[in-house]
């Protein structure tokens, strides 16, 4: 996975409290003033980050790989089993594994009726 917790620190200098009260000539804050577009770009400082950080966060939850969260995530339907497993089965047509009638999982009673009608032989 490559989202990670937004710490006080990395934002420290991204909070629009750190810049200066208003824009500034070249010559104060050492040098390092602050004209009208140096402080819209640090307005959207803090948003970008954000955005950046939330855009990895949904590429893990909804990713489809041995790095996503669905990958982490265990089901509890039998050992090693993980959402991401799941997915594929969905998406591969194999839904019907995942529920029972009976005591029995659907797909099995559903290829019984087949065989019965002569449908799956």
Do not use: Q, W
């Amino acid at each position: 996975m490559t989202a990670n917790k937004i710490s006080d620190e990395e934002i420290c200098d991204l909070k629009v409290a750190s810049l200066p009260t208003r824009p500034t000539e070249d010559s104060a804050y050492s040098g390092e003033g602050y004209g009208p577009e140096e402080m819209k770009a640090a307005f959207d400082r803090l948003p970008l980050f954000i955005i950046e950080r939330y855009n990895a966060l949904i590429d893990d939850i909804a990713g489809i790989g041995e790095e996503s969260l669905a990958a982490a995530m265990k089901t509890g339907i039998k050992e090693g089993h993980t959402l991401c497993d799941m997915y594929t089965d969905i998406s591969n047509g194999n839904f019907a594994s995942y529920l029972s009638v009976g005591g029995e999982s659907l797909s099995s009673v559903i290829a019984r009726i087949l065989i019965a009608i002569g449908e799956n032989e």
